[in-house]
């Protein structure tokens, strides 16, 4: 892996939850978003793909820390990314989805918060070849910030 991401003090627990709690801020504002993709490089952002990309970031990222808290091999992902816009990703964002994505996000923050707590700071650390250390991986998910923001705010 390349671009190593920078840590500071913070611990990784409250990154991962503070990310979550911008996105699902930005999330709250979705319901009024006008069903135009908003371009953002060579890519094009939904309410519900900006959800689909963190929700598939963090699984992602859970997936190879307990897999290496576990002395087991990671599976590498094949996830499709920010590359495709599914039919999925053009439906309307409603209310309710606001509440599956809140429902489905609060929880992976949880079960990250509890995780990286649950870490010693030589844990947090711990490299394993060239990948990146927990701590490192908590901070580059923080980058995920990144697809809400695409979305952004409605326009009134």
């Given at each position: 892996?390349s671009?190593?991401?920078?840590?500071?003090?913070?611990?990784?627990?409250?990154?991962?939850?503070?990310?979550?709690?911008?996105?699902?801020?930005?999330?709250?504002?979705?319901?009024?978003?006008?069903?135009?993709?908003?371009?953002?490089?060579?890519?094009?952002?939904?309410?519900?793909?900006a959800?689909?990309?963190?929700?598939?970031?963090?699984?992602?990222?859970?997936?190879?820390i307990?897999a290496?808290?576990?002395?087991?091999?990671t599976?590498?992902?094949?996830?499709?990314?920010?590359?495709?816009?599914?039919?999925a990703d053009?439906?309307?964002?409603?209310?309710?989805?606001?509440?599956?994505?809140?429902?489905?996000?609060?929880?992976?923050?949880?079960?990250?918060?509890?995780?990286?707590?649950?870490?010693?700071?030589?844990?947090?650390?711990?490299?394993?070849?060239?990948?990146?250390?927990?701590?490192?991986?908590?901070?580059h998910?923080?980058?995920?910030?990144?697809?809400?923001?695409?979305?952004?705010r409605?326009?009134?």
């Amino acid at each position: 892996m390349s671009d190593t991401p920078l840590t500071d003090d913070r611990h990784p627990a409250e990154v991962v939850t503070g990310m979550v709690d911008q996105v699902l801020t930005l999330a709250a504002t979705w319901p009024a978003w006008d069903g135009v993709p908003v371009p953002a490089g060579d890519r094009l952002y939904t309410p519900h793909k900006a959800i689909r990309r963190v929700t598939d970031h963090l699984i992602d990222h859970l997936a190879e820390i307990e897999a290496r808290v576990a002395g087991v091999p990671t599976i590498p992902d094949a996830w499709h990314a920010s590359a495709t816009t599914t039919a999925a990703d053009l439906a309307a964002f409603t209310p309710a989805d606001l509440d599956e994505a809140r429902s489905r996000l609060t929880r992976l923050a949880q079960v990250f918060d509890v995780r990286l707590r649950a870490l010693s700071d030589a844990q947090l650390d711990r490299r394993d070849g060239a990948a990146w250390s927990p701590r490192q991986i908590a901070f580059h998910l923080a980058e995920s910030l990144f697809y809400a923001e695409s979305v952004g705010r409605p326009r009134a």
